[in-house]
Each structure stands twice: as C-alpha cells, then as structure tokens.
Nanobody, 124 residues
Framework: QVQLEESGGGLVQAGGSLRLSCAVSGRTDTTRPMGWFRQAPGKEREFVAA????????YYLDSVKGRFTISRDNAKNTVYLQMNSLKSEDTAVYYCAASRLPIPTMRPGDFGSWGQGTQVTVSS
C-alpha cells in the first residue's frame, strides 16, 4: 500500500499557472503508473493526466493538452502536474492516484491508492 499527499493547490487568476506535487510514501519498491484526476462541485471525478512508470509515456484529457504537463521524479518519489494557461473550468479538487495496473489508463477504477486532494480555484 502506498500513501499519497498532494500539495500546491490554491487560488490563481485565469491565465496563470500552478504546479501540483504528489509525494508518494509507503511501499515505493514497486514503481507504478500515476495519474491526476479532478472533481468539480456537482460533477463526477474525471481523468486529467497519467504517466507511465518510467515517465516515458504521458496521456492527457483533451481539454488540458498543451496546457498541463505531468512528470515524475522516481528518485524523489514525487509526481507533478504543471498547469499553465489556467481557465475557470479547471477549478476543482485535484487528486493524485497510483495505478493497480502496469500501464497507465484513464479509468478511476484502475487506480487503487488516492490522496486527499488539493483545491485549485481559478478566478476569471
């Protein structure tokens, strides 16, 4: 079992940037694909980005392509989500998650460990 803790959320104006971090602790002997999801009030949790175990492959929600970048530093057991050109519709609680599978996917059910989330609010 791994524990995940997100940080870096906050309030930003539209067009601004934030970098979220996800610290992984616990059983880190097995590197897992990681993902970021978000949930806005009244909406279902949705996939944002995922990254392969070695960081060589990354996948994104269409609406964040070109604006968000997922990355990882396995030596530091940390996953990042760099968010640029933020829009009001990006406002949500952002969650970091570790996959149960050896390859990254977009389905929340494929991720077995979740952080508590960090709030991102984009003002227009």
């Amino acid at each position: 079992q791994v524990q995940l803790e997100e940080s870096g959320g906050g309030l930003v104006q539209a067009g601004g940037s934030l970098r979220l971090s996800c610290a992984v602790s616990g059983r880190t002997d097995t590197t897992r694909p990681m993902g970021w999801f978000r949930q806005a009030p009244g909406k279902e949790r949705e996939f944002v980005a995922a990254i392969s175990r070695n960081g060589g492959g990354a996948y994104y929600l269409d609406s964040v392509k070109g604006r968000f970048t997922i990355s990882r530093d396995n030596a530091k057991n940390t996953v990042y989500l760099q968010m640029n050109s933020l829009k009001s519709e990006d406002t949500a609680v952002y969650y970091c998650a570790a996959s149960r599978l050896p390859i990254p996917t977009m389905r929340p059910g494929d991720f077995g460990s979740w952080g508590q989330g960090t709030q991102v609010t984009v003002s227009s």
